[in-house]
């Protein structure tokens, strides 16, 4: 990790590595403002100036204690922290489970909007991959711990699309060996890898989650 | 530094409650004990008894000493509460990743909780030994017994000597343990040690007592040394200092200290 092992940068890597993990563990003893001048204080990457307009923005009340927050309140909490540095890399681990649609979509919004430029790189990694779906640019696959694959998600989309045809066609369909087969008033799906295509029918582009879980059943 | 200073005060924000408690709980029984101290001078019999029973430089310092001796007993049950969740109670209260994941040095991070978990409250109890060392000296000059605020302040360092060895051995004990145990640190390893000495007595009765094992416990206490209460007349730098002893106590607590890093650290691994 730029251009040395993980492991040889200790506790400094975390001056270019951002971590937001799947549970907002936010020490419920201190008060938001301690935990943001905690922050401020340990991280040289901290930027006063965009902390204090993200701050200023939010709604969190930074006289309670963190264990008054609601779930919702405690990840923007935890995303504020984060995107007051200035790193290079922010690692998202399941970044909005148990959050409701509401402060999902403000999550990502923030993401997008505070974080994001063409220098930087967020890695999420995800069950919830509908929601981050348009957001990304490349994935990467692992089913128990192993890699089963790493592409750019456009080159992705570009090899799988979906097959649609009535169900009196099904055979036909099933000549083309699609990798996964659904059924939905009077019509059947096939999720086909490669360009073979039959007359007549329609063409879906295919989700992320569709390929994932034809490629794990592989 | 600015990382230091950070520490040392987001430990203070969130042990706050655990330091003031015992100064609370003090100055209540202080207040009590002076309403008993009024209702008694208030009666002339036993006003004689209480303010008249003796006095000077030696009954100061002893008393000082006697009083801190009191005080340590109550600062000491909050020093086993604190010490036993040093290393272990972020990860139960499942914040621990949030600290993790700063750019601060592992080391620093142990120290400095080391410090607050063990040492800090031995301040607060140095505060209260000084202002009950300048009230009770005010107190014999008003009881006619003589102006001494140097032998209560020499009283009271004595007595907090004291404490700050016991908190240098059995704290940095408990440090450990919260470092090894996940939660109730003090009992799980008081429960171990008493294991530990149960399998060495065990040994010692198997070779009927042919070989001589250590007792843990005694061995651990004797590293704090002579406690000054047999001889308390008597009691000095000499007696509350102790022997050669101080300097195990000292490298035992650098041990202990060594030894929950390096636990904690590789904890910090294995629940990655």
């Not at chain 1, 006063?48 to 701050?55: I, S, V």
């Not at chain 1, 909490?77 to 007051?84: C, E, I, R």
């Not at chain 2, 409650?17 to 209702?39: D, M, N, R």
């Not at chain 2, 007993?73 to 949030?98: I, R, W, Y």
């Amino acid at each position: 990790m730029f251009g040395k092992p993980a492991e040889a940068w200790k506790h400094k890597l975390y001056e270019r590595v951002a971590f937001i993990p799947d549970v907002s563990g936010l020490d419920p003893r201190l008060t938001v403002r301690q935990t943001i001048d905690f922050s401020a204080a340990v991280n040289p990457a901290w930027n006063a100036e965009k902390a204090e307009r993200l701050f200023a923005k939010s709604d969190l009340p930074c006289d309670r204690k963190v264990s008054t927050l609601s779930k919702g309140m405690k990840t923007k909490l935890y995303l504020l922290l984060t995107l007051s540095k200035d790193v290079d890399i922010l690692l998202l681990d399941e970044p909005t489970l148990g959050l409701d649609i509401v402060f999902r979509k403000e999550f990502y919004d923030l993401l997008l909007g505070e974080f994001f430029d063409e220098s930087k790189t967020v890695i999420i990694s995800t069950h919830q991959v509908a929601e981050v779906e348009n957001i990304l640019q490349d994935v990467i696959f692992l089913d128990e711990g192993k890699v089963l694959l790493s592409k750019p998600v456009q080159e992705l989309k570009d090899q799988w699309h979906i097959v649609e045809v009535p169900k009196d066609r099904q055979n036909e369909l099933a000549d083309l060996s699609p990798k996964a087969m659904s059924h939905s008033l009077g019509k059947v799906r096939g999720l086909i890898k490669g360009h073979e295509k039959l007359p007549g029918a329609k063409i879906f582009v295919p989700s992320v989650s569709d390929i994932f879980v034809a490629i794990v059943n592989q | 530094m600015n990382q230091i200073y950070a520490l040392f005060r987001v430990e203070y924000q969130k042990l706050k409650k655990s330091y003031w408690w015992p100064v609370w709980i003090i100055v209540g029984l202080t207040v009590i004990s002076l309403a008993a101290v009024i209702i008694a001078w208030l009666n002339p019999y036993s006003s004689d008894i209480f303010f008249h029973g003796g006095g000077g430089s030696d009954s100061l310092r002893i008393g000082m000493y006697g009083i801190m001796f009191s005080l340590s007993m109550v600062f000491f049950v909050f020093l086993v509460l604190t010490s036993q969740s040093s290393l272990n109670q972020e990860k139960q209260l499942g914040c621990d990743l949030f600290f993790r994941c700063q750019p601060v040095n592992l080391w620093h991070i142990t120290m400095v909780k080391y410090l607050m978990h063990v040492y800090a409250h031995s301040l607060l109890l140095l505060a209260l030994g000084i202002i009950f060392a300048v009230i009770l000296s005010i107190v014999m000059l008003f009881a006619s017994e003589g102006f001494y605020p140097g032998e209560a302040l020499y009283g009271a360092f004595l007595g907090w000597l004291l404490y700050l060895k016991t908190a240098m051995v059995l704290g940095s004990l408990f440090f450990l343990f919260s470092a090894i145990f996940r939660n109730n640190a003090f009992l799980k390893g008081l429960a171990f040690l008493g294991i530990l000495e149960g399998v060495f007595a065990l040994i010692e009765a198997i070779f009927r007592h042919t070989i001589y094992l250590p007792g843990v416990f005694s061995n651990i206490l004797s590293m704090i040394g002579h406690l000054g209460v047999e001889d308390m007349d008597s009691v000095n730098m000499a007696i509350v200092m102790g022997d050669y002893r101080i300097l195990i106590g000292l490298f035992f607590a650098a041990l202990c200290y060594t030894a929950a890093t390096f636990i904690y650290k590789y904890r910090v691994k294995d629940s990655n």
